[in-house]
């Protein structure tokens, strides 16, 4: 059975912890059904979007309700639970998608042979350094034991907000190294002896309250679900200049002109959901356009 099949089959078999939450409030659903289709381009069907909870499916509402949507109609799902987005927008099953940066998506389809695209930059999420045991970066002890992304690309993203932060030095850059391929074999100094413990995304904020972790790095959303403020609990956090980590709304090669795409890219990037971001998320979340 193949990687794609096993996919569909566990989506048909579970609800993957998805909620439906389209205008005006649904019941829970389940994930789209196997063999499933999303709808024709120029359809006027609603736009099947998967989103995680915080920001992105919080944007998507806002815009909702301030209605810069027109008549599009959105069927939002929410990700709460262990899913290969991706993959079932790759298949079909699902229009679009919120929840990603580009260098995650670049090496999805790297790795997958993919060919989904990036249909407007929204917002960027700076990855956090955060503890309950040690007060500032400078009090990290030696022998510590950090806990960071499992992901390739997000582990990448880690360690260089660990070197940023004065912790190690790798021997690549920011802008020559493929994100993915950085690893602890790119570590060229540890001075304090720094050991990695490496967990799913969701669950790295749990690991806050793990005796034998001493500091997490933690992606902004997931830090904003556990009831973090990254602009003020973060130890260290991720510089906006020049941050490649983008989140985008996501979708195939056939929809990406897709009106109803175009429309909900459109209300995403307005100016009325940059003032809702810095209004709303203070600092912890940041418009992709600045000023």
Not at 42 to 62: F, N, Q, R, Y
Not at 132 to 160: C, E, H, M, W, Y
Request: with cysteine.
């Amino acid at each position: 059975m193949s990687r794609l099949t096993r996919a569909l089959a566990a989506a048909a078999a579970v609800t993957l912890g998805l909620t439906l939450s389209a205008c005006g409030g649904a019941p829970a659903a389940t994930a789209p059904a196997a063999g499933g289709s999303a709808a024709p381009v120029g359809s006027t069907a609603p736009l099947k979007v998967l989103a995680d909870v915080k920001p992105h499916a919080e944007l998507i509402k806002e815009a909702q309700k301030q209605g810069l949507l027109g008549d599009v109609r959105i069927e939002l799902r929410e990700i709460t639970g262990d899913v290969d987005v991706n993959q079932l927008t790759q298949a079909g099953d699902i229009d679009a998608n919120f929840f990603q940066h580009v260098p995650y998506l670049t090496d999805w389809n790297k790795q997958h042979s993919g060919t989904l695209v990036s249909v407007g930059g929204v917002h960027i999420e700076p990855l956090g350094l955060y503890s309950k045991k040690v007060a500032a970066v400078a009090d990290t002890p030696s022998g510590a034991v950090i806990a960071i992304p499992l992901d390739a690309t997000n582990q990448g993203r880690a360690l260089f907000l660990l070197a940023d932060a004065g912790l190690l030095k790798l021997d690549v850059t920011k802008d020559a190294a493929d994100i993915s391929q950085v690893t602890e074999k790119n570590i060229s100094e540890n001075p304090k002896n720094i050991t990695f413990k490496k967990i799913d995304r969701p669950q790295l904020a749990a690991t806050l309250d793990d005796p034998a972790i001493q500091l997490s790095v933690i992606n902004g959303n997931y830090a904003i679900e556990a009831g973090l403020t990254p602009s003020k609990d973060a130890k260290f956090l991720e510089k906006a200049e020049n941050n490649p980590y983008v989140n985008v709304l996501v979708t195939t090669e056939k929809l990406k002109n897709d009106a109803r795409v175009t429309k909900l890219a459109q209300a995403l990037t307005s100016a009325q959901i940059k003032a809702y971001i810095e209004a709303t998320y203070k600092g912890s979340v940041l418009p992709a356009v600045q000023g």
